[in-house]
């Protein structure tokens, strides 16, 4: 258990519906990212927040959106889902809104798009 | 960002050293080398991270020359369950987009 716990595991959905996809941060950490993973292929950069602020996006789709909350848990937002969409989501933290020293990874979110 | 290129794919036999080298040719003088460790259906791991010379902890050993240019990671006596993807990633402080690309898949077998 890697300390950072997302919520759901697997989730399938129909094409055009909107999914909330959870992360809780690791203890004491402040900093937290998302990526998307398609099938073999690496893991592409989201958003970033830190302490409940945005710092560093990615080639998130506007069909997508996060959030941090003052409990420090994210919601990554997914609407107008399409077929492409189809992927495993990673949430990850840090102790520090810099990305050296390393993340902690949790387990992901299996998104199926039918 | 800077990028790194490394092989696609690397087979080796249990038991044996394995080593995974990263080219990094426009490293910036900020930038550290990360190496993360991917199982199917998992979250990346942090393995190991290096400024210059050697890096040793009780998972791998991390080989970056002085011109830093490259780097290797070297996974001692592997087994089957080394079997994974590895990513080679530069990180420095700042909000950077990280990206860990393809990686390499490393297949470790009987």
């Known amino acids: 258990d890697s300390g950072v716990t997302q919520t759901p595991k697997h989730l399938i959905t129909a094409t055009g519906q909107r999914v909330t996809l959870r992360c809780s941060p690791r203890s004491g950490d402040l900093s937290v990212y998302w990526y998307q993973q398609s099938l073999d292929q690496g893991l592409q950069f989201l958003i970033q927040?830190?302490?409940?602020?945005?710092?560093a996006k990615g080639n998130i789709l506007e069909r997508f959106s996060a959030q941090q909350f003052p409990d420090l848990h994210s919601e990554l937002n997914l609407s107008s889902l399409e077929l492409g969409d189809s992927a495993l989501y990673f949430c990850?933290?840090?102790?520090?809104?810099?990305?050296?020293?390393?993340?902690?990874f949790g387990s992901g979110t299996r998104l199926t798009v039918v | 960002l800077a990028k790194t290129t490394q092989p696609i794919s690397m087979d080796s036999y249990e038991g044996q050293e394995v080593n995974i080298t990263c080219s990094h040719n426009?490293?910036?003088?900020?930038?550290?080398i990360t190496w993360y460790q991917q199982f199917p259906s998992q979250g990346p791991r942090f393995i190991i991270q290096?400024?210059?010379t050697k890096v040793t902890n009780e998972v791998a050993s991390l080989f970056i020359p002085a011109d830093r240019k490259s780097s290797t990671l070297s996974l001692p006596r592997v087994s089957l369950s080394d079997t994974a993807v590895y990513y080679c990633?530069?990180?420095?402080?700042?909000?950077?987009?990280?990206?860990f690309g393809t990686g390499t898949k490393l297949q470790v077998i009987p």
């Open positions: 990850a933290s840090s102790v520090t809104p810099q990305s050296l020293g390393g993340y902690t």
């Open positions: 290096g400024y210059k």
């Open positions: 927040y830190y302490n409940g602020e945005e710092r």
């Open positions: 426009n490293i910036a003088t900020n930038d550290y």
């Open positions: 990633l530069l990180l420095s402080g700042g909000y950077q987009k990280v990206t």
